[in-house]
């Protein structure tokens, strides 16, 4: 073997276009290596054009809760839903020409880790996905995660006629991993996510089934999304005590102004070692400047979410905070200092990005190259009021993260800590 030869085989890879193609370990339990972004895929289709949506505070009956809830949750990644009135709003959509070129520019950008679920769109999103992916000969390139749970067929097959294609028991399962397959033209997923807690399934059922596709190298890795953390955290311990597949990363809401994340999920994720992949970290694209926002209205555009019309005034302050940094920063994105906060919070942050335009991925690209200051990340926080809530306010917080002893423990000794763990944050 050559000299030139060897030289170029231990030669670093040239530094990536950007950094979204700074790769990252997904966590200590799943080895996998993710772009530090994740592409939210739920506006890739075009099935949910003009379907509107009643903002949910004009609901107040509770039995209309849960279904809206449900519908809600699953069409949670959205960042430019259309003003289709006063009250209704349109879901997020795009053709196939515009869902290639989003799934294009991210894959270029260094993008590799993409985010679905079995009814996106109506299946639309993981059809398409796997086009793409066949077009573009890449699928072992990319780092695929879907879910099950959702009645995915519904709109196909009517209402009541779906009832063993929803929920988190075996048979759901067992049709959706199969369909989702045959939709993303694959033979394995990367990530499979049970999408939401149904409350009408054992644990034991649950980790036995994701096991067996494991074993079977139908798919990789397991995630849970909008779960208690109690739930994940005896799901975890049983699939320790038995040799099961444990979940590797959790998803949920997280934003500057909703931190419940804190109470019991963060704890929860270091202890198991899990990854962390909020949504809505964006605030439902509430996070907006004056300025932005009296350019939408220009051009017939209200506010990117389906759960009520503008502002709300504890949205506007927090708003006005996050563009205070950025203008600290020297930048105008008000998003990408909402990334940059929830990255820097704690290790194994993966944020899911939606969007339908090019240039908002590229704004929220910025995000990986923010340092936000410890002053800067209190100065967000001060915006909203937050109480981490019973036990955590009275024993204080884990010494191992913050680097200090909690004043309980300062009662017998003073106990000195190392400095926390660190999120990734890349120094040039």
Not at 116 to 125: C, H, I, L
Not at 296 to 317: A, I, Y
Request: glycine letters at 8%; one cysteine or more.
């Amino acid at each position: 073997m050559s000299k030139e030869v060897l030289n170029e085989m231990f030669a670093p890879a040239p530094e990536p276009a950007t950094e979204l193609g700074r790769y990252r370990v997904l966590s200590s339990t799943a080895g996998v290596r993710v772009s530090p972004l994740c592409l939210g895929a739920a506006s890739i289709g075009d099935a949910w054009a003009g379907v509107s949506i009643i903002p949910i505070a004009l609901y107040s009956v509770p039995v209309l809760h849960f279904s809206f809830k449900t519908l809600a949750t699953r069409w949670q990644h959205h960042e430019e839903d259309r003003l289709l009135g006063s009250n209704l709003k349109a879901m997020g959509s795009m053709n196939k020409e515009s869902s290639f070129k989003l799934l294009d520019a991210f894959y270029e950008a260094g993008g590799n880790f993409i985010d679905t679920a079995n009814n996106y769109q109506n299946e639309q999103s993981e059809k398409w996905i796997g086009e793409w992916m066949r077009e573009r000969d890449n699928r072992d390139m990319i780092v695929l995660g879907t879910k099950y749970t959702t009645p995915y067929r519904s709109y196909e097959l009517g209402k009541g006629k779906t009832v063993n294609y929803s929920g988190n028991h075996k048979r759901s399962l067992q049709m959706s991993v199969r369909d989702s397959l045959k939709k993303l033209q694959t033979d394995y997923i990367d990530v499979l996510y049970l999408h939401w807690w149904d409350h009408t399934t054992s644990i034991e059922e649950i980790v036995d089934a994701l096991h067996i596709l494991v074993v079977q190298g139908k798919v990789l890795y397991l995630g849970i999304s909008d779960t208690p953390a109690w739930i994940v955290s005896a799901a975890n311990t049983y699939a320790r005590e038995q040799g099961k597949t444990p979940f590797s990363v959790y998803q949920g809401r997280w934003n500057i102004m909703s931190r419940d994340f804190e109470r019991d999920i963060i704890p929860m994720a270091r202890h198991f070692g899990m990854a962390l992949a909020p949504w809505d970290v964006l605030g439902g694209g509430k996070f907006q400047s004056k300025k932005q926002i009296e350019e939408r209205k220009k051009t017939g555009e209200g506010l990117r979410n389906f759960m009520g019309d503008g502002q709300s005034p504890q949205q506007e302050k927090v708003s006005a905070a996050l563009e205070k940094v950025a203008g600290e920063h020297g930048i105008e994105s008000l998003t990408a200092v909402a990334l940059a906060y929830v990255i820097q919070k704690t290790p194994n942050v993966v944020p899911i990005v939606g969007g339908r335009k090019v240039e908002h991925l590229k704004d929220n690209i910025q995000a990986l190259s923010l340092r936000l200051s410890n002053e800067q990340i209190k100065f967000l926080e001060s915006q909203t009021e937050f109480d981490i809530g019973f036990p955590g306010n009275f024993t204080g917080a884990d010494p191992k993260w913050t680097g200090q002893s909690t004043s309980m423990l300062a009662m017998a000794a003073h106990i000195s800590f190392p400095s926390p763990n660190k999120s990734y944050v890349h120094e040039k």
